[in-house]
């Protein structure tokens, strides 16, 4: 009897510990989370049919810098510079572009009462003050050089470059086309008129043939503001005074 006893006992006990095994559920990692992995979509800047700063027009005020004591500027002396431009936006970082291309860039700076010989046949080239005499009442020195300039820019919005903020640092080489002397009018000391003609000189031969630019830009949209200076020396050293041209106004582009 106390063997039955024990016997059912032990089928009691060991089916309730299989009836809470059963009730327990193995829970797998794969089953306790739901994972789903979203890929984060970069995104792409549309560049088509963007205005890519392919046409640049320049105007702004011409100056010299360096040894310019003596010399009787006059006026408004100004710049003029056009280029052509190709832009080739960065594939990592579409708000940045190199742009390389060529163009002309001219200075023309004016003076008064003052004599500047291209052409005379001497080893020096003369910036004479001629208050005291004969002098055109108007007379500039222009120069004409082909230009390959080369920017690093930058837009603060790539796919519309027309409504944003923009900069660009850069350098552009150059090689002298044409220097010349134009007066107007021949005046007396006392400012009486002489003779009323104009007069056109040219030479190169005083003059550094080819010359280094930095420039930088910034503006909004298809205007900014920009800035150039000459590394080296406009005249060859030792028959002129060393100039280093610099120029300063505004840059309009597009296309």
């Known amino acids: 009897m106390k063997k039955i006893f024990l016997l059912t006992a032990c089928v009691f006990c ?19 989370l739901d994972v789903t992995v979203v890929k984060k979509k970069k995104s792409v800047v549309d560049l088509a ?15 010299w810098s360096g040894e310019t004591t003596g010399i009787n500027f006059k006026g408004l002396s100004r710049s003029f510079n056009t280029y052509f431009m190709f832009d080739f936006p960065f594939k990592t970082s579409p708000k940045l572009s190199a742009a390389i291309g060529a163009g002309i860039g001219t ?10 010989g291209l ?36 837009s603060a919005h790539p796919e519309t470059p027309g409504k944003g903020f923009k900069a660009a ?21 006392n400012g009486t008129t002489l003779n009323s003609y104009t007069e056109k000189l040219s030479s ?21 503001l920009y800035g150039a200076y000459e590394v080296g020396s406009l005249f ?11 120029s300063i106004g505004l840059t309009i582009s597009g296309l």
Do not use: C
Not at 131 to 139: A, E, I, L, M, R
Not at 236 to 246: E, H, L, T
């Open 169 to 189: 640092i850069g350098i552009k080489v150059g090689t002298l086309l044409n220097a010349h002397t134009k007066g107007k009018t021949m005046q007396n000391s």
């Open 107 to 116: 200075d023309h700076i004016f003076f008064s009462k003052t004599y500047v």
């Open 49 to 63: 049919g963007r205005s890519n700063d392919h046409f640049l027009i320049q105007l702004g005020y011409a100056g």
């Open 204 to 224: 190169k031969k005083f003059f550094n043939t080819t010359r280094i630019v930095p420039t930088v830009r910034l503006g909004y949209g298809h205007f900014s």
């Open 14 to 32: 060991v089916s309730v510990l299989f009836a809470q095994i059963d009730s327990l559920k193995v829970v797998k990692p794969s089953d306790s």
């Open 236 to 246: 060859k050293s030792g028959v002129a005074p060393d100039i280093k041209p610099y």
């Open 119 to 154: 052409t005379d046949q001497t080893s020096e080239l003369a910036i004479q003050d001629r208050s005291d005499t004969n002098h055109f009442k108007k007379y500039k020195l222009a120069t004409a050089w082909l230009e390959a300039p080369i920017e690093l820019r930058f």
